[in-house]
């Protein structure tokens, strides 16, 4: 499957989340969301964990994030997710993608790699959080800026940049 391109339309996804309960795309109904391929153990996510959560809170019910999971690596597991979401206190959905059908439909390469889509549900957005994993007081916000400009009703200025971090592990 090719990989999404700018103004193509976010695959529906149903998954379990760590909290128990079953999230879709269809929760988001009538906002942007960002889709983020995360998981537990790369170092990049590590590094980017804090400002993503920063982000889902600073625009709760303006717009939607959601992690998925989709990696096939010991450390990923439901289990080793709770405990990575309640140790830093995400407050958006942490979802397993056990069967990798998701990021099958999304073709992400790394983690983390943002898919943002406006309310439409149009691929507005697609990369890295921001532009330093390691500097966040000098990085560029990227998924920022662009869900500010989605909900001002316009275009980002920024609309690709290079997904950055460990590659998703993929079953055989």
């Not at 804090?50 to 939607?64: F, H, S």
Request: aromatic content about 8%; glycine content about 8%.
């Amino acid at each position: 499957m090719p990989r999404l391109k700018l103004g193509d339309s976010a695959p529906p996804f149903e998954l379990p989340g760590i909290d128990g309960r079953t999230h879709s795309l269809a929760d988001y109904d009538g906002m942007p969301v960002a889709v983020v391929f995360s998981c537990v153990h790369c170092p990049y996510v590590v590094a980017w964990e804090d400002r993503i959560n920063e982000v889902a809170r600073d625009y709760d019910g303006r717009a939607g994030l959601v992690a998925i999971n989709s990696n096939d690596h010991a450390g990923d597991g439901i289990e080793s997710m709770a405990a990575r979401a309640q140790e830093k206190s995400f407050v958006f959905p942490f979802l397993r993608d056990e069967s990798q059908a998701v990021a099958d439909a999304y073709q992400p390469a790394r983690t983390p790699e943002v898919f943002l889509f406006g309310s439409d549900r149009r691929l507005v957005y697609h990369g890295a959080p921001d532009s330093s994993h390691n500097d966040p007081a000098g990085a560029t916000p990227h998924l920022r800026q662009a869900l500010d400009a989605v909900l001002a009703g316009e275009a980002p200025a920024v609309q690709e940049t290079p997904a950055v971090g460990c590659t998703i592990k993929w079953r055989s």
